[in-house]
């Protein structure tokens, strides 16, 4: 009997695996409009409209550790996660499903906690929790979230829509939520066999909260919708800037320059990469779970963008033989590469 040949999941990397996964299905509904290969799936709801759906999990021991990560703040990125993934659309989410796998370690009052989290960043975007599943785990607590929106088929961005000589905009800052995950790391190992331990977090508010409470950018989609501007690919940063660029780049048959000293990067970024002797830039490129939106827009827009506020241009669209590279500011071209998971 022949055996199969036996390929790890590290050869290929997380977005080649899903690639291949994904390439042996082809819509049969006409309603689906847009199946896999986009931060969500787009659904037809009459001529006009269409309904936006997306799904993330989040494991415990890979995505969180409760260790350190209070159950309201993970709640709360939960659903952060989620719609993130339409407002990357260019939508509005409206509601989320929570689905729970949890083991017997946690009380009700853990669980009590993780859903007051919920409920808070519901709140503040106005999203209805509309229902879910809960089960049991023998591996830790399991969260899945589904995201729905809507949104006419014609304000829908795609990963696909990147022009040549768009400008590629960012929202926010980049690396700070690497940096918070690294410092809460730090203070697990220093502290890791002190009684009554006392981690040292002064000063750094704002780094943890950029990792353990991420906003979702709702404030940005709803800016261009009243400045009319609709941009032309669009995607949220969870990959990390160098990954999530070149997802954009791959939709859209395109190269990309984005330049090293426009990629806004906070003060506390830069101050913890130096005290734990990181590079804020690999920070910036590599870390993901910024949660903020990279999107390309017609040059001629330049100005409309800037009057916004809280956006940078980063850089520009290129022609597909061109690849996507950093430039240094000597003029130095570095390669982008994705990251993914690698295991």
Same mark, same amino acid.
Not at 184 to 207: A, C, M, S, T
Not at 250 to 271: D, F, M, N, V
């Given at each position: 009997?022949?055996?199969?040949?036996?390929?790890?999941?590290?050869?290929?990397?997380?977005?080649?695996?899903?690639?291949?996964?994904?390439?042996?299905?082809? &819509? !049969? =509904?006409?309603?689906?409009?847009?199946?896999?290969?986009?931060?969500?799936? @787009?659904? %037809? #709801? *009459? +001529?006009?409209?269409?309904?936006?759906?997306?799904?993330?999990?989040?494991?415990?021991?890979?995505?969180?550790?409760?260790?350190?990560?209070?159950?309201?703040?993970?709640?709360?990125?939960?659903?952060?996660?989620?719609?993130?993934?339409?407002?990357?659309?260019?939508?509005? &989410? !409206? =509601?989320?499903?929570?689905?729970?796998?949890?083991?017997?370690?946690?009380? @009700?009052? %853990? #669980? *009590? +906690?993780?859903?007051?989290?919920?409920?808070?960043?519901?709140?503040?975007?106005?999203?209805?929790?509309?229902?879910?599943?809960?089960?049991?785990?023998?591996?830790?607590?399991?969260?899945?979230?589904?995201?729905?929106?809507?949104?006419?088929?014609?304000?829908?961005?795609?990963?696909?829509?990147?022009?040549?000589?768009?400008?590629?905009?960012?929202?926010?800052?980049?690396? %700070?939520?690497?940096?918070?995950?690294?410092?809460?790391?730090?203070?697990?190992?220093?502290?890791?066999?002190?009684?009554?331990?006392?981690?040292?977090?002064?000063?750094?508010?704002?780094?943890?909260?950029?990792?353990?409470?991420?906003?979702?950018?709702?404030?940005?989609?709803?800016?261009?919708?009243?400045?009319?501007?609709?941009?032309?690919?669009?995607?949220?940063?969870?990959?990390?800037? %160098?990954?999530?660029?070149?997802?954009?780049?791959?939709?859209?048959?395109?190269?990309?320059?984005?330049?090293?000293?426009?990629?806004?990067?906070?003060?506390?970024?830069?101050?913890?990469?130096?005290?734990?002797?990181?590079?804020?830039?690999?920070?910036?490129?590599?870390?993901?779970?910024?949660?903020?939106?990279?999107?390309?827009?017609?040059?001629?827009?330049?100005?409309?963008?800037?009057?916004?506020?809280?956006?940078?241009?980063?850089?520009?669209?290129?022609?597909?033989?061109?690849?996507?590279?950093?430039?240094?500011?000597?003029?130095?071209?570095?390669?982008?590469?994705?990251?993914?998971?690698?295991?």
């Amino acid at each position: 009997m022949t055996q199969k040949n036996r390929t790890e999941i590290s050869e290929l990397g997380e977005f080649a695996l899903i690639d291949r996964l994904n390439s042996r299905f082809s &819509p !049969q =509904q006409p309603s689906t409009l847009k199946a896999a290969g986009d931060d969500a799936a @787009v659904i %037809a #709801l *009459d +001529d006009d409209n269409a309904l936006l759906v997306s799904a993330d999990t989040l494991f415990e021991g890979v995505d969180f550790d409760l260790t350190y990560f209070p159950l309201k703040h993970l709640g709360y990125k939960a659903v952060t996660v989620g719609v993130s993934d339409i407002l990357a659309m260019n939508a509005l &989410p !409206q =509601q989320i499903l929570i689905s729970l796998g949890v083991s017997a370690k946690l009380p @009700v009052e %853990a #669980l *009590d +906690d993780l859903y007051e989290g919920i409920r808070t960043a519901c709140t503040e975007l106005g999203v209805d929790l509309a229902g879910g599943d809960t089960s049991a785990s023998f591996t830790g607590l399991t969260i899945g979230i589904t995201a729905i929106g809507r949104a006419p088929k014609n304000q829908i961005t795609y990963r696909s829509g990147a022009k040549l000589h768009d400008l590629i905009c960012i929202t926010g800052n980049l690396g %700070a939520a690497y940096m918070g995950l690294h410092l809460l790391e730090r203070e697990k190992r220093v502290l890791k066999d002190i009684q009554n331990p006392q981690p040292q977090f002064e000063g750094h508010e704002y780094l943890l909260q950029k990792y353990l409470k991420p906003r979702a950018r709702k404030d940005v989609v709803e800016s261009l919708a009243e400045e009319k501007l609709l941009p032309t690919a669009m995607t949220d940063i969870s990959d990390g800037l %160098a990954s999530d660029l070149m997802q954009i780049c791959k939709a859209s048959c395109c190269g990309a320059r984005i330049y090293l000293e426009r990629i806004p990067i906070a003060r506390q970024t830069h101050e913890m990469a130096e005290e734990l002797h990181n590079d804020p830039v690999v920070a910036a490129l590599n870390g993901g779970e910024d949660h903020e939106l990279l999107f390309t827009v017609p040059l001629a827009l330049r100005d409309k963008i800037a009057d916004i506020g809280g956006i940078d241009i980063i850089g520009h669209i290129t022609e597909p033989e061109r690849g996507a590279a950093l430039i240094t500011p000597d003029g130095s071209e570095i390669k982008l590469k994705a990251q993914g998971f690698k295991e």
